[in-house]
């Protein structure tokens, strides 16, 4: 018969195998260190994602700065549009006084003209 004490991870050659609990196999299937959960990761994973944020955060600053620049481009172009719109206005203004004036005469324009931005200041 063989001598269990001296190899323990093996059944006696005489007997049919059967597991018991008194036998217990050591493997190496699980790390000594299997107590630390972290030992298994990578070590450069934290790096990756701070990198990662850092790529993001100058691509947020990046676009805000261009939202910025753009709404200023395009406010200064609602400025231009405007200023030709005011611009306009007042010929056109102008050309129906001097129709008036053509057709009334040059005081009574005058007097209607006065009467016309009085009301237009006191509806603003």
């Known amino acids: 018969m063989v001598n269990i004490s001296k190899r323990p991870w093996r059944a006696p050659a005489s007997t049919a195998f059967r ?20 030992s298994t990761r ?36 609602q400025e231009r549009i405007q200023k030709i719109r005011d611009r306009r206005q007042k010929k056109e203004e102008d050309e129906r006084f001097k129709a008036m004036e053509a057709k009334m005469g040059a005081k009574r324009a005058e007097r209607k003209r006065r009467r016309e931005k009085r009301n237009a200041l006191l509806k603003s």
Do not use: C, G, I, Q
């Not at 190496?28 to 959960?37: F, G, K, R």
């Open 19 to 38: 597991p018991t609990t008194s036998l217990t196999l050591t493997t190496s299937a699980t790390p000594a260190s299997s107590s630390n959960p972290t």
């Open 42 to 77: 990578r070590s450069n994973s934290s790096k990756a994602f701070a990198l990662r944020r850092a790529a993001t955060t100058s691509l947020a600053a990046t676009k805000a700065k261009e939202k910025e620049l753009k709404d200023e481009k395009e406010a200064l172009r």
